[in-house]
């Protein structure tokens, strides 16, 4: 069965700081993997997307790494902003002509000032 | 910028009534999904719908769910006889293909109470 875990699940950090978010899954056959942010009260909203062959890709403050062999993923948030407190989702695609996404259960990040 | 709208934000409804949740997808993408979030779980997917019709569906999505596109614009969820079991915040998502590679846009979700 295809799974998605996610650690931690919550963290609080003062804002400036960095953090990093982890992602383990057992999806097969992979395909891809999407950072997710999702606010409280909205949908969530994609952030990175790697493939296999990919192992780092950056949207601003936001760097997602991959390693397809270990099946592990994390997001760094560089320079928290309180705008930053909302919960990461990571979902992984697996291949073979299914487009049912896995969702993990998200990490809860609470920037203080 | 073009964005994914749900309607209502909040529907209560008691245990055993029928309640319909619309969405309007981003207006040229072909592929819509509905998911659902319990409170405090993950997302979980229920349904893919293109064409006219269900591409994919969970275990979740059984007979009492049902999907719609009855105009150009509207895709709706229908559940036919509520359960407690039912609450929690439905998203209603759109993507112009089909394939994961395509970014699926989120709605802001429909939070379904049943009491």
């Known amino acids: 069965k295809n799974q998605v875990e996610q650690s931690p699940q919550s963290l609080i950090i003062l804002e400036g700081k960095n953090c990093t978010l982890q992602?383990?899954?057992?999806?097969?056959?992979?395909?891809?993997l999407r950072w997710y942010k999702q606010d409280t009260g909205r949908g969530p909203v994609s952030l990175t997307i790697?493939?296999?062959?990919?192992n780092t890709k950056s949207n601003g403050r936001y760097t997602a790494t991959l390693d397809a062999d270990t099946k592990q993923s994390s997001l760094h948030i560089t320079a928290s902003q309180l705008s930053d407190s909302a919960s990461y989702i990571c979902v992984v695609s697996a291949g073979g002509g299914s487009y049912i996404p896995t969702f993990g259960r998200g990490t809860s990040l609470i920037v203080h000032p | 910028e073009p964005e994914v709208t749900q309607t209502p934000s909040h529907q209560v409804t008691q245990m055993g009534q029928e309640v319909i949740l619309r969405c309007v997808p981003i207006s040229n993408h072909l592929y819509f999904y509905w998911y659902r979030q319990i409170l405090g779980q993950k997302v979980e997917f229920l349904v893919s719908?293109?064409?006219?019709?269900?591409?994919?569906k969970s275990e979740i999505f059984d007979d009492q769910f049902s999907v719609e596109r009855p105009d150009g614009s509207n895709f709706t969820l229908k559940i036919r006889s509520t359960k407690l079991e039912d609450s929690a915040m439905y998203f209603c998502?759109?993507?112009?293909?089909?394939?994961?590679?395509?970014?699926?846009?989120f709605g802001p979700g429909t939070r379904l109470t049943v009491l």
């Open positions: 719908f293109y064409n006219n019709e269900i591409s994919e």
């Open positions: 998502a759109s993507s112009a293909g089909i394939n994961s590679y395509n970014e699926q846009f």
């Open positions: 992602c383990n899954y057992t999806v097969s056959p992979f395909s891809n």
């Open positions: 790697m493939t296999f062959s990919e």
